[in-house]
């Protein structure tokens, strides 16, 4: 940061020079605050999507109840899936990913630092962008899979009771998701090339800890996933702001192509939601059991070979929409065959587990709720895979049920279990551990009590996606269960709002180990410094840190590699010291272009054609401004040009 | 600037000896497989889709030809940008860069005048499903194009700031643009064969 002096400055604007105020965050490149920042602007989606589930479970906890319009619900139920999905789980793995994978490979930073703090910023936008929906005249009402025709002509095609311009819903949906997508694209590209180029000396692939390795599976499928539903939502952008035709049977199209274009995106998804908690907990299950984690390799090549069935799998959300017996046996049978890589993982969990000398830590109590539900989650998921049965489950509250079993207690248990686990590590403190206890078991139970009626709810046929129902179904005694779930998983919530709070404060100290853990970002200070290491370790080992302590390594040269992503600096010999080690010098870019993509999009919400245009020519103009920006010390920067 | 870079090769230190930009790329140029596949499919998909409106037979293919081979020739001008780079000759450089901007802009001319024929003769966006699986694949397609230039353009104004000159990282720039231009080309290749070369009757 002293060299900007000495530089002269060639840039549109100088580099900000802040490290401290909240200033210093806005232009941050640091992976361990963009990371952080993730963190809070998921949890605070989460508890928006969280208040929007309540409100619907308090309009279903009686017949005909009249808590919510037919329109709100639809509004409701559409937007608390998209926000669970795109804004509460993805950035919340996206936030571990920020904050570990450089730790965890022992890297100076992420391979593209602007980029990172691109991608941070557009999902904050496109959240901004959605949820500003509400502002003109009504947010997104046709659900998150959103299938034509109901996309064009709405949930009310005769207008009888809702109001509102439909197409303008659709807009904010289209556009709104598209410019998520580009944030996780970009994020996809840049951890990918930090795995793969920025190891430390020593970390082969088969040394990789499994939270890394889940992560490089989980961004090879954003990146090619992301396209493909980024198609789905250009053409349904033309449809219905530009009157074109891919979706409008009197023109020729055919409806039933968005959902093969959405599937073939959306059941990759499944795998990018789940997969990062799958690897948290291959990390806390070894510390907590104190033995090395059981059949690595197996569970790094089930991974891999998720991240490869997951794209023969699509079709299995479409069992009832005519594909002919042949299709539907093939995706059945493929369907029935991805449970096999899933199995071994939990098998190889449980033998983690067996023997071990347990400790029922928070973060070990979270992550065995993930192994027990995820379990549950994964058996109804597999009865999906028969086709009959299937037909007679499909659009009803079974299959609700099961997605929460494998989302809320497969993907949220396990972020949970990954943030007991490493915020001492962020901020080195304890999260309270009485307090996290009863997160947990008020978590548990509420969780139950609110998605285990659902499966009897939907054998009885209750359907989903209806706002209302009549009495004397048999279905109210179970809608009242649920409900009652749901508010104590609301209050289990606020206990964890109010621990970390209260620990970010006056958390008990934490050391740089404090859970003798087997990864070498426990190596490092608690916090980290933030060019991570002093000295880069060299990894020998698969569980280097357990290495160091039991077995006595350690002794290896570490070899001092510069910040950001080159080694050109060790090439040269240069002697590396805490204080010398040069890092990425913050930006105002990141935040300037990512404001523009927004506007952007109003601009094409609203027909206001000038209003795109300014938007757009602030994503230019911040593009060429990323690639004139001046440095104070070597670091990549092509990346600037296609971002 | 960057004075301690300059004689390290590309990539090194890294795992792979593969500059980080250069990895990130391709990475990206995969992404785009996906997407330009998915518009290329639902084209496919969609030749029948032509309702009340003209088919494939409206495709003028000499013209298009033409300005394929623009295109094409545009590839070779990136590469000897690259090389004049590569051997540390500026004043090549330059030549070389503004003209694949020109022959990228040459081909995005030919593409308009294209699109205004085919309006005149009764087939826009909103006419079909074919029309309009055919203008959103050309257009997106358009677009990358139009990046490129605009990403050439960059290169040339920098060559002159200074912030592109012979150093390692600005040959690792220019061959990253190279690596996206030449994408952008393939693709055309790819959708000048199966939008106007190949007949309907085998594709269908």
Redesign the interface.
Known sequence: MTAVAD?PS?GLLSRPGASSGWTSWLTTVDHKKIGIMYFAAALIFFLVGGLEALLMRAQLSTANASVLSADAYNQLFTMHGLTMIFFAIMPMSAAFFNYLLPLMIGARDV??PRLNALSLWVFIAAGIFLYSSWLFGGAPDTTWVNYAPVQEVGPDPAGLTLGGDHDQRMLFYSLGLQIAGIAS?AS???L??TV????APGLTFMRMPVFVWMSLVVQFLI??A???I???L??LM??VG?????F?V?????PI?WQH?FWLFGHPEVYILILPAFGIVSEILPTFARKPLFGYAAIVFSGIAIGFMGWGVWAHHMFTSGLGPVANAAFGLSTMFIAVPTGIKIFNWVGTMWGGRMRFSPPMLFAIGLVAMFTIGGLSGVTHAVVPSDAQQHDTYYVVAHFHYVLFGGAIFGLFAGVYYWFPKAFGKFLNDRLGKTHFWLQLIGFNLAFGPQHVLGLNGMPRRYYTYPSGMGWDMWNMVSTIGAFIIALSVLIFVVNLVKSVRSGEQADADPWDARTIEWLSASPPPPHNYDEVPVVTSRDEAWHRKYAGGGGEVPRP?PAG????????GEEHHGEHIHMPDPSYWPLILAAGLPLAAWGVVTGLWALSGIGLGIV?LSA?GW??EP?SE?E????S??A | ??T??ES?AP??????G????K???W??L???C??FG??IS?YV??L????DGPGPAIFDIPFTSVSTFVLLMSSLAMVMALAAIQDGDMRRFRTWTLGTALMGLTFLSGQVYEYTVFVEEGMG?????????FF?LTS?HGVHVSIGV??LG?LWF?SF???IDTSQ?SQ??VE??GL?WHFVDIIWILIFTVVYLIPVDLLT
């Open positions: 530089t060639k391979a593209f694209l996809a590209i840049n990918i090339v793969l180029n920025m190891r990146l090619f992301m396209p493909v980024g198609v789905a250009w053409q033309f449809d530009f009157d074109g035709n891919f409008r009197d023109a020729g199209g055919q192509l274009l590699v992503a080159s080694a050109d600096h060790a090439e040269h230019l060429f690639a004139m440095e070597p990549p920067h092509a990346e040009e296609h | 600037m960057a301690d870079t390290a990539g090194a230190g890294t795992n792979f593969v500059p980080n930009e990895m990130g790329m990475a990206f995969g992404s785009e996906l997407f998915a518009f639902v998909l969609y029948g889709g032509t309702g966006l909103t006419t079909s499903a074919f029309s309009t699986a959103v997106f605009l990403m960059a920098m700031t200074g912030r990282r690792t720039a990253n643009i996206y």
